[in-house]
C-alpha cells in the first residue's frame, strides 16, 4: 500500500511567491458576502470574515475574460483572480502550500493513456490492460 501521509508547509505570502504555473492550497481571507461599495465608503462591513483553503495556481501574469491584466497572482479553477495579502482585493491569500503530488507518483498531474497505470501502481495492484 501506498504511504499517504504528507507534510504541509505553509508558506506566508508576504514573505514569499511560489513558482509561475505552481498548483496550490491557498489560504485565502475576506467577508462573504463582500461589501458594497456604499457600505465601504461608510466605514462599516457587513457579512462574516472567513479564512479558508482553496486549490489555487500562481501565476506571474494573467489575463481576466475582462482583458484586466493581473500580476503575481493567484487563480482558482473559476477564473476567480486573488492576489497575496496586503494588496488591494477583496479576498486575499495570506498563506500558500504547494500541493502533495499523486499517491505514488511525482507530479501533479496524470493524462490519457497514463492514467489507469498510475492508478493501479497507487493502489499496489498488478496493471491491467
Known amino acids: 500500500m ?15 511567491l511560489p513558482r509561475c504555473g505552481a498548483p496550490v492550497a491557498a489560504a485565502i481571507t475576506g467577508r462573504y458576502p463582500a461589501d458594497s461599495a456604499a457600505e465601504s465608503e461608510a466605514g ?3 457579512g462574516e ?8 495556481v500562481f501565476t506571474t501574469l494573467h489575463f481576466s475574460e475582462d482583458g484586466a ?11 476567480v483572480v486573488r ?3 496586503g494588496l488591494t482585493s477583496e479576498e486575499t491569500v495570506t498563506h500558500w502550500a504547494e500541493l502533495p503530488t499523486l499517491p ?5 498531474g496524470v493524462l490519457g493513456e497514463d492514467v489507469r497505470s498510475a492508478l493501479q501502481n497507487a493502489w499496489g495492484a498488478p ?3
Open 2 to 16: 501506498t504511504n499517504l501521509n504528507t507534510v504541509v508547509t505553509w508558506v506566508d505570502a508576504r514573505e514569499r
Open 44 to 46: 462599516t462591513a457587513l
Open 49 to 56: 470574515e472567513f479564512w479558508l483553503v482553496r486549490p489555487m
Open 69 to 79: 491584466e493581473h500580476r503575481d497572482c493567484f487563480v482558482d479553477s473559476d477564473g
Open 83 to 85: 492576489l497575496p495579502y
Open 104 to 108: 505514488g507518483g511525482t507530479t501533479h
Open 127 to 129: 496493471t491491467t490492460a
